[in-house]
Nanobody, 119 residues
Framework: QAQLVESGGALVQPGGSLRLSCAAS????????MAWYRQAPGNERELVAA???????NYANSVKGRFTMSRDNAKKTVDLQMNSLRIEDAGVYFC?????????????WGQGTQVTVSS
C-alpha cells in the first residue's frame, strides 16, 4: 500500500522560510514524478512544484525563485524549501506521487500539512 506522509507545516511570518518533507513508502519511488500541491480555503488545489524521475523540476510561476523542490531517491523523500514566504502561500500542502505506465495512471496523495503565513 503506497503511503505519503508530509511534515514540516507551521505558522511562519511573511518573509520567513519553511521546509516541508514528504516520506514515501510502498511504491517504487524512483519511477514516480513527485509533486507538491497546495490548497487554500475556497480555492482549488494547485500545483506548486514537481520533480520527475529523471530529476527535472518545474515550478508554478508564483513560486519561482523562492521555492526549491528536491528528491532523495535513497531515502524516498522529497522536500520543498520555501523562502520569502507570502501570505498568499498559505494553505494545506499535499505531496503527490504520479505515474503513467502501460496505459494506466497511478496517483497517490498524502494527508497534507498546514502552512500558515501571518504576522
Amino acid at each position: 500500500q503506497a503511503q505519503l506522509v508530509e511534515s514540516g507545516g507551521a505558522l511562519v511570518q511573511p518573509g520567513g522560510s519553511l521546509r516541508l518533507s514528504c516520506a514515501a513508502s510502498g511504491l517504487t519511488f524512483t519511477i514516480y514524478t513527485m509533486a507538491w500541491y497546495r490548497q487554500a480555503p475556497g480555492n482549488e488545489r494547485e500545483l506548486v512544484a514537481a520533480v520527475t524521475s529523471g530529476g527535472s523540476t518545474n515550478y508554478a510561476n508564483s513560486v519561482k525563485g523562492r521555492f526549491t523542490m528536491s528528491r532523495d531517491n535513497a531515502k524516498k523523500t522529497v522536500d520543498l524549501q520555501m523562502n520569502s514566504l507570502r501570505i498568499e502561500d498559505a494553505g494545506v500542502y499535499f505531496c503527490n506521487a504520479g505515474l503513467n505506465l502501460n496505459g494506466r495512471t497511478y496517483n497517490f496523495w498524502g494527508q497534507g500539512t498546514q502552512v500558515t503565513v501571518s504576522s
